[in-house]
């Protein structure tokens, strides 16, 4: 059994430790009704049975022998009519126990060694060393909100600093788009045609498309012309792509029974093309057919054709 002080009244009550570990030592007094903390009114020593020896006539007489417990208000149960009722009052905080002032006899034996004992045992002493509960530990709340605030100010320059740099990479960004858009300008002006106005917008000249791929060579022959003594060389071009593409270069490769190069031309399209072509673009889908005269110093056995574009 250990002994508690009111800090309000200085009765003095006795105290178990189940009653402290309930609600983390926080009690009622019996005497004036104020709320306090057990653990920190702990009584040792002779100081105890002097106040015992000084205030137990007064406080058998005007106070019952037993209080009753407060109870939680969510789990309200009735209430005893007592010979001299009380009033309880709820606390905001939740139910804390009422304590009885103790007898000068039943304090005297108990010492105060054997109170401490009692809630080391318990596990109560321990427990407040070791730990504090945040919703009455005032100093530690204190150092979490400074801690808090620390962080707050040290976060606030890193993130204005990082602005400059989110604000370079976006403009990085922007440039390296408009250099892609203005590098492939023909490829997106053929694929996306609404493009076509933003360039002429911007006065960006757009060049036809080159791509090689899809212009094909459908046909071709090579034939010796005694009487003039020249090649004549027939082919047909195709323009595979759904758009206009640049006009290609050709190149002819002549050859012996040997597979050696008799003769090696590369042939502009202005060179090729019939008169009734359009030589501004090979239009999307079409085809022309080509015919050339060529002049070698001996007869060729063989041929090789290759489009182009520079």
């Known amino acids: ?182 590098h492939f300008r023909s490829e997106l002006a053929a694929r996306f045609p609404d493009l076509d106005g933003v360039y002429r917008a911007l006065n960006i000249e757009i060049p036809l498309p080159r791509n090689v791929d899809l212009v094909v060579m459908e046909f071709s022959d090579l034939q010796y012309d005694n009487v003039r003594g020249l090649h004549v060389l027939q082919a047909t071009i195709r323009n595979r792509a759904p758009y206009a593409q640049a006009w290609p270069l050709l190149e002819v490769t002549l050859t012996d029974a040997h597979d050696q190069v008799v003769s090696r031309r590369v042939i502009k399209a202005a060179d090729y093309l019939p008169a009734k072509a359009d030589a501004r673009a090979f239009a999307g889908g079409g085809e022309v057919g080509v015919r050339l005269w060529l002049e070698s110093k001996q007869p060729a056995a063989g041929y090789r054709l290759f489009l182009f574009y520079p």
Request: glycine share 4%; net charge negative; with cysteine.
């Open 1 to 182: 059994m250990m002994r508690t002080r009111c800090p309000n009244c200085a009765t003095v009550f006795r105290i178990t430790a189940e009653q402290l570990r309930v609600r983390f030592g926080m009690v009622r007094c019996g005497q004036c009704q104020a709320v306090f903390n057990a653990f920190d009114s702990l009584i040792e020593g002779s100081a105890a049975e002097a106040a015992l020896l000084g205030r137990s006539g007064s406080a058998d007489s005007t106070i019952p022998p037993v209080m009753s417990e407060i109870q939680p208000s969510r789990v309200p149960k009735p209430i005893m009519p007592e010979p001299k009722p009380v009033a309880v009052e709820i606390a905001p905080l939740p139910p804390i126990q009422r304590l009885d002032p103790i007898d000068a006899a039943l304090a005297a034996k108990e010492t105060p060694a054997e109170s401490t004992k009692a809630a080391r045992d318990a596990g109560l002493v321990a427990v407040r060393e070791l730990s504090e509960s945040p919703t009455y530990d005032r100093w530690s709340a204190g150092a979490f909100e400074a801690q808090s605030d620390d962080e707050f100010i040290a976060e606030t320059p890193s993130r204005r600093l990082r602005w400059p740099f989110v604000l370079v990479t976006l403009v990085l960004l922007l440039i390296l788009a408009a250099q892609v858009a203005y």
